[in-house]
Nanobody, 125 residues
Framework: QVQLVESGGGLVQAGDSLRLSCAAS????????MGWFRRAPGKERDLVAYMRWSDVRPYYVGSVKGRFTISRDNAKSTMYLQMNSLKPEDTAVYFC??????????????????WGQGTQVTVSS
């Protein structure tokens, strides 16, 4: 089992920055990659960014590319999402997730086996 706990959400104004954290514990060596997702009010949960541990090149969805940065601190077993130039449309509950399958396709939500509880990000205009 892998336990994931997100933190760092809050209420900010458009143009501000936030850094989300995802602390992982348990059998984290099972994770071949991790991702950030978000669920806006009334919408489905969508992929925001992911990072495969064997590949230093992260992936970002087009709407956040250039504004968000995914990173990790192995010593702290923590993944981060630095969010700059926030927009009202970034308002959502943000989740981190771990993909444990060796052949996991990280662009697919169904590839993720473990999820955090989410942290709310609200961006006012």
């Amino acid at each position: 089992q892998v336990q994931l706990v997100e933190s760092g959400g809050g209420l900010v104004q458009a143009g501000d920055s936030l850094r989300l954290s995802c602390a992982a514990s348990g059998r984290t060596f099972n994770c071949i990659g991790m991702g950030w997702f978000r669920r806006a009010p009334g919408k489905e949960r969508d992929l925001v960014a992911y990072m495969r541990w064997s590949d230093v090149r992260p992936y970002y969805v087009g709407s956040v590319k250039g504004r968000f940065t995914i990173s990790r601190d192995n010593a702290k077993s923590t993944m981060y999402l630095q969010m700059n130039s926030l927009k009202p449309e970034d308002t959502a509950v943000y989740f981190c997730a771990c993909a444990a399958g060796s052949s996991a396709v990280l662009s697919m939500t169904s590839s993720y086996n473990y999820w955090g509880q989410g942290t709310q990000v609200t961006v006012s205009s």
